[in-house]
Nanobody, 116 residues
Framework: QVQLVESGGGLVQAGGSLRLSCAAS????????MGWYRQAPGKQRELVAT???????NYADSMKGRFTISRENAKNTVYLQMNSLKPDDTAVYYC??????????WGQGTQVTVSS
């Protein structure tokens, strides 16, 4: 089993920045792709970004150019640097770890609130 713990969320003004962290523990050798998702009140959970073990990143179009996903395998940690934040970025941000044929693991989420 893999456990994921997100941190770094909070309240920020529009145009500001936050850096989210997701620390994995447990059977970390089973993890391949990791990613960030978000869910705003009344909306479906949506993809933010993914990153492979080798560092290849993929972003949703609305985040491209503002958000950067990175990964530090030695620390079993994935990051999301968020710049130029907008009020519609307000959501709970969740970390996900893909595990091949095994069930993926999800973190509990961290709240990001962007004020205008």
């Amino acid at each position: 089993q893999v456990q994921l713990v997100e941190s770094g969320g909070g309240l920020v003004q529009a145009g500001g920045s936050l850096r989210l962290s997701c620390a994995a523990s447990g059977s970390v050798f089973t993890i391949n792709v990791m990613g960030w998702y978000r869910q705003a009140p009344g909306k479906q959970r949506e993809l933010v970004a993914t990153i492979t073990r080798g560092g290849n990143a993929n972003y949703a179009d609305s985040m491209k150019g503002r958000f950067t996903i990175s990964r530090e395998n030695a620390k079993n940690t994935v990051y999301l640097q968020m710049n130029s934040l907008k009020p519609d970025d307000t959501a709970v941000y969740y970390c996900k770890a893909e595990r091949g044929s095994l069930s993926p693991s999800w973190g509990q989420g961290t709240q990001v609130t962007v004020s205008s």
